[in-house]
C-alpha cells in the first residue's frame, strides 16, 4: 500500500528519486501513465496489466475509446536504477506541467506524482468532511 507525501526536485536529465518507501513496492520496472486532475499515475506493472485488462473487457463505445486511449497512449515502462532514481519521459512531464519540483503522494495502490505549483493550487471542491458524509452514507465508508 502506497500512503504519505514526499518533495523532491527533478534534475536536467528528468531523473527522479523515488522515495525510499516506495522503492520496494513498486519493484524495478512500473508504469506510469496520465492521470487524473491533472497528475501522472506510477503503479507497479502487474496492477497496471489488470487495470488494462479491465479496460479492454469495457464495451466498445466512443466514450470507453476515448478513456483507453487516455490512458494506454500515455503510458510508459519505466525502471529505476540502484540509486532509486527514473526517467520521465518529456511527454509526461508537459502533460503535468512539471518544472522542478514535485510532489509524490501515496494514495492506496498507486503514486501520483505531482508538479508542485499544480498540487499547491488543486481546486478544493468539496470539502473533505461533506465527501466523507457521502461515503459514508453511500457506501458504509466510516474511519
Known amino acids: 500500500m502506497f500512503m504519505g507525501q514526499f518533495n523532491h526536485t527533478i534534475d536536467p536529465k528528468n531523473r527522479l528519486f523515488l522515495p525510499a518507501r516506495f522503492r520496494e513496492e513498486l519493484g524495478d ?15 507497479p506493472r502487474s496492477d497496471f496489466e489488470e487495470f488494462a485488462k479491465k479496460l479492454a473487457e ?6 470507453t475509446r476515448q478513456f483507453q486511449r487516455f490512458f494506454m497512449q500515455n503510458a510508459a515502462e519505466c525502471e529505476q536504477d540502484k ?4 526517467i520521465i519521459p518529456t511527454i509526461l512531464k508537459e502533460l ?14 498507486k ?4 508538479s508542485k505549483e499544480r498540487f499547491e493550487n488543486a481546486a478544493p471542491g468539496e470539502s473533505v ?4 458524509e457521502k461515503m459514508s452514507t453511500q457506501f458504509g465508508l466510516r474511519f
Open 111 to 114: 503514486i501520483e506524482l505531482w
Open 58 to 63: 469495457l464495451p466498445f463505445t466512443a466514450e
Open 29 to 43: 520496472s512500473f508504469v506510469i501513465t496520465a492521470g487524473l486532475d491533472g497528475c501522472l499515475y506510477i503503479c
Open 129 to 132: 468532511e461533506d465527501i466523507a
Open 96 to 109: 503535468a506541467g512539471i518544472k522542478k519540483e514535485i510532489v509524490f503522494v501515496g494514495v492506496i495502490s
Open 83 to 86: 540509486q532509486g532514481r527514473f
